[in-house]
């Protein structure tokens, strides 16, 4: 059986978090778009935390949110003698809602190890959350055709269809998405999956917590809004009561 700590696995987010393109349409309750690597880059977090807690060695090959050239990530990944190449995407048709959805991974025309690992990466990804499974495609990708070891690149959802977009923030999506990921690893190179605990954290949905930070359309009445004492600037995307409605009326007034 194959030992984890002598394998390295390539993770690739995508994109940058501004690449041009590359979200959805505005989703209405949350007053903003949803950028591809919002969801790329939480699931090649999790997924670099749940390798290597199976025993795995990790390569991030784009850690920042700038927008790493696709020469950078696969001369890295290869200067690097990783075991594998992962990318993790999430597909769009167009630019406004419609009618596509489901995922897939893409694999180099004829290369057959790359087949294989996403034989086994499918396998699990089709356990978890309902989607349409589109199937393993071949595309002649830069990432999948200039890297050395076996590299997929999954499309985990469709930016333009209502429901999917709804699924990119959703952490317990994310999780999910890693996990059934580092489960294919495992199977590909015979490496005992572990699981991985989780704390108690049970929040769905990390726009509504804390520390959120306000729609951009809003952003500089709300910031005003915590200037004045309003509001204390937490949970920014929160339903708020009638009381709290009131009291915060009654601090304007008093303004
Ligand atoms: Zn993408």
Redesign the pocket.
Known sequence: MAKAEDLLIALDD??GIDTSG?RTPVVTEIGRAIK?NEF?SKVVKYMDEHLKYIGFKTLLVAPTDADTSLNARTNLANSKGADAYISI???AMGSVWGNAEGHSIFVLPGATTSKKLAECVAGFLQQGTSQKWRGIKEQNFHVLRETKMPAILS?NGFMDSPREARLMLDINFQKEVAREHAQGICKYFGVTYKEKKEGGNNVANEEYEKNAKPSPSLETEYNAAVKAGITDGTYPKRPATREEVAVMILRGIKK
């Open positions: 995508g994109h590359k591809e790329n995407h999430f597909d499309e």
